[in-house]
Nanobody
Framework: QVRLVESGGGLVQAGGSLRLSCASS????????MSWYRQAPGKQRELVAA???????NYADSVKGRFTISRDNAKNTVYLQMNSLKPEDTAVYYC???????????WGQGTLVTVSS
């Protein structure tokens, strides 16, 4: 089985920082297009950050300059560093990847980030 598991969410004050982790049950090279999404209650799930073709990264305008997506291949883990957090960042954050072997979208279970003002 392949699985993505997020961790690192919690409660933080506005202006604070959190680092989310997305751990793969197998090699991170089994996945393409690793990315982070978020969804607030009653809202549509939105793309936050992603690795894109050519070795580049892409960010939603709302998080540019504050969030950074990165990976540690040795640990089979993708990270989302979130700085200068705002109350509007409050959401469940999901890790997503395309499992190459089966061409299957794989989603983590989500981790809740709550930013208080």
């Amino acid at each position: 089985q392949v699985r993505l598991v997020e961790s690192g969410g919690g409660l933080v004050q506005a202006g604070g920082s959190l680092r989310l982790s997305c751990a793969s049950s197998g090699s991170i090279f089994s996945f393409n297009g690793m990315s982070w999404y978020r969804q607030a209650p009653g809202k549509q799930r939105e793309l936050v950050a992603a690795f894109v073709s050519g070795g580049s990264t892409n960010y939603a305008d709302s998080v540019k300059g504050r969030f950074t997506i990165s990976r540690d291949n040795a640990k089979n883990t993708v990270y989302l560093q979130m700085n200068s957090l705002k109350p509007e960042d409050t959401a469940v954050y999901y890790c997503r990847g395309l499992w190459v072997q089966e061409s299957l979208e794989v989603w983590g279970q989500g981790t809740l980030v709550t930013v208080s003002s």
